[in-house]
């Protein structure tokens, strides 16, 4: 009873404020309602008892990137709308990829509900007290299971700060 | 009963310590960081040869009532080309991510609100990583050149300081084991030795990152008041103005929370398990006993015959904490044993707690403002550097004594000695850098000029 109430607490939080996001004219208030749907999507990630998870998406996602992107906003001038973005195919591309989207989020959830177990929904959770400790599962699943794919990202990752700081390097040193 | 009021009693019945505590937080708080705001000014006036503030109450001990008084009823004015939502939004923000924040902090045994939430700390990093969020958007609703220009320097300071404060308290997280709060006091116990003296280079790093983290001097770049006014809260007044001020202070409650649960032991007495010094246990009652006696001491000596009586009052307080703090303490024999865990852990955190911020206003009223160049170079040339080997050290040091079997004080003097070692190297690399670099700086703007002349 009381887990529905704070599972559609937030879903109604993290939709309503996505809705929002969209269709605000000014650039720092979309910002602020995707922070909000950051912050709703992070209350259910605790309400699942996905702490570790919370706590990333409210340091990485909300704490750094959302910060950052503020940052550029306040920066650029907004109020110059840029030639490129008013294409008269953009509403059809955003159709079309819309609607994708929509059938992919039926189809999996009509395959989850025919093949119980198998798909997104668990149908008999562990009780809360019987949980392990996330943190600890999701670095064992990290470094061990998957750990050829988590070191690609972290080389991915590399790459990209080492040509941000070639990028950024200061050249008045050379001749 | 309906079934929606049925739950709710049930939710209540089960979570009232957690509700209270939280409920004690939020009215709490407040009035205790306006009491940080007294001894602040209590402390710079101690450094500079003052009295500080005397004239409202005994020593001015009501000093904090009558500023929140003022700024209760101080007009609130919101400047017309401020954009009004998120200028109402962010000190808001602010406060919120300080005072939740401190819902993982562990004050005592039980005097916790999300007590078994496994990430502990981290929680407490994550939600008060908001905070920045606020100081940005309210530099930005202002409309200000000043607000705008203390925005942006807050939030390259917070993101730098952030990744220095993640990696040192990785370091104690590493020898803890664990990210829950209890567990890494109880570790401590258990490890018969705080982690200030098995990371101590990770203990100093996370000091200077969380003054950087709060604002304050000298790294209060973000509110420079010879610079920019106010930064960040130029255009605030009244509440609102103090809702950011409430919000630097909670953070200030918060970042030192962090570092005593994991470098000092949390709420531990200091060697509790050293048996012949149990007689520090006596030490809350006669502390508080001594201030009570204090307090009778200098009644007779007020000009007015209400601030004696003030004092008188204050006395009797003291004298009556001590009394329960002697009820509690071991040597009464008294079935109080919860009692006494919850009372004497808060004392201990709250006095680790006391002294972290006594050094925070002792480096303020001490060192000069750091230029904003300097603070970057500092930030990522030496220090993010510098907290990513300890990281590294500690785990060596980690490896060696559990692994090989190594002395673990051997294996922390040698890794710590490490440490210290290319901290050394990274200041010299770093001076001869920044040298060639500004002379390289020099060079090149004379030559412009010159051609420029030409």
């Not at chain 1, 650029?76 to 490129?84: A, E, G, H, N, S």
């Not at chain 1, 395959?111 to 149908?123: E, N, S, Y």
């Not at chain 2, 050149?145 to 993101?159: E, K, N």
């Amino acid at each position: 009873m009381l887990d529905s109430v704070i599972f559609y607490f937030f879903a109604s939080i993290a939709v309503v404020s996505a809705a929002l996001m969209v269709t605000r004219r000014n650039a720092i208030h979309s910002a602020v309602f995707l922070i909000t749907t950051l912050l709703a999507t992070a209350g259910i990630f605790l309400q699942l008892r996905a702490e570790f998870l919370f706590s990333s998406q409210i340091i990485l996602y909300v704490g750094g990137i959302m910060v950052l992107f503020i940052f550029v906003i306040m920066l650029v001038r907004l109020d110059v709308p840029l030639p490129q973005i008013r294409s008269r195919l953009q509403k059809w591309i955003a159709l079309f990829v819309a609607l994708a989207v929509g059938v992919e989020a039926g189809v999996v959830l009509l395959l989850a509900r025919k093949v119980p177990g198998q798909g997104l929904l668990i149908p008999n959770p562990a009780p809360a007290n019987q949980l392990h400790p996330n943190t600890e599962e999701l670095a064992r699943s990290l470094f061990g299971s998957y750990l050829l794919p988590f070191e690609i990202a972290s080389v991915l990752l590399l790459v990209a700060m080492v040509g941000a700081v070639v990028m950024a390097k200061n050249r008045t040193g050379a001749p | 009963m309906s079934p929606t009021l049925h739950s709710i009693v049930a939710f209540v019945q089960a979570w009232w310590v957690e509700l209270l505590c939280a409920l004690l937080i939020v009215l709490v708080v407040p009035l205790i960081a306006g009491y940080i705001v007294l001894v602040e000014r209590k402390v710079m006036a101690d450094m500079q040869a003052r009295l500080g503030p005397m004239r409202v109450g005994p020593h001015g001990l009501l000093q904090p009532i009558a500023d929140a008084l003022k700024l209760l009823i101080k007009e609130d004015l919101i400047p017309d080309n401020a954009d009004q939502f998120i200028f109402w939004l962010a000190p808001v923000l602010s406060m919120t991510a300080a005072l939740t924040s401190m819902g993982a902090v562990a004050f005592g045994p039980w005097f916790q609100v999300a007590r078994d939430i496994n990430i502990g700390l981290l929680f407490v990093v994550g939600v008060s990583a908001l905070g920045p969020l606020g100081i940005v958007l309210g530099g930005w609703a202002s409309n200000n050149h000043y607000s705008i220009i203390g925005a942006l320097r807050s939030t390259a300071q917070l993101i730098s300081y952030e990744t220095t404060a993640g990696f040192a308290l990785v370091s104690g997280f590493l020898l803890a084991g664990t990210l829950k709060v209890r567990t890494i006091v109880e570790n401590q116990r258990n490890d018969h030795a705080w982690y200030i003296f098995l990371a101590p280079v990770g203990f100093f790093i996370y000091l200077i990152a969380s003054i950087a983290e709060t604002n304050r001097a000298p790294f209060d770049l973000p509110e420079a008041e010879s610079e920019l006014v106010a930064g960040y809260m130029t255009e605030y007044s009244g509440f609102r103005w103090s809702l950011y001020f409430l919000a630097e202070y909670a953070n200030m409650i918060v970042v030192a929370s962090v570092g005593t649960t994991l470098f000092l032991g949390g709420w531990l007495r200091p060697f509790p398990n050293v048996h012949w010094l149990g007689w520090l246990d006596a030490a809350p009652a006669l502390l508080f006993a001594a201030v009570g006696a204090y307090c009778v001491f200098r009644a007779g000596k007020q000009p007015a015959r209400v601030q004696s009586l003030f004092m008188w009052a204050l006395a009797f307080a003291c004298f009556v904490v001590a009394a329960i703090f002697a009820l509690a303490s071991p040597f009464s024999h008294l079935p109080l044993e919860k009692m006494h865990d919850g009372l004497y852990g808060a004392f201990w955190f709250l006095l680790k707690d006391s002294a972290y911020i006594y050094i925070f206003m002792w480096l303020r009223f001490t060192l000069p403002r750091f230029r904003f160049d300097q603070l970057m170079r500092l930030g990522w040339h030496i220090l993010v550097p510098l907290a990513l080997i300890n990281v590294v050290d500690v785990s060596i040091a980690l490896a060696l004594s559990s692994e090989f079997g190594v002395n673990r004080w051997l294996a922390m003097v040698v890794t710590t000695a490490a440490t210290l070692g290319a901290a050394m190297l990274l200041v010299r690399w770093n001076d001869k850098y920044s040298a060639a670099a500004s002379a390289a700086l020099l060079t090149d703007s004379s030559v412009a000029e010159n051609s420029h002349a030409g």
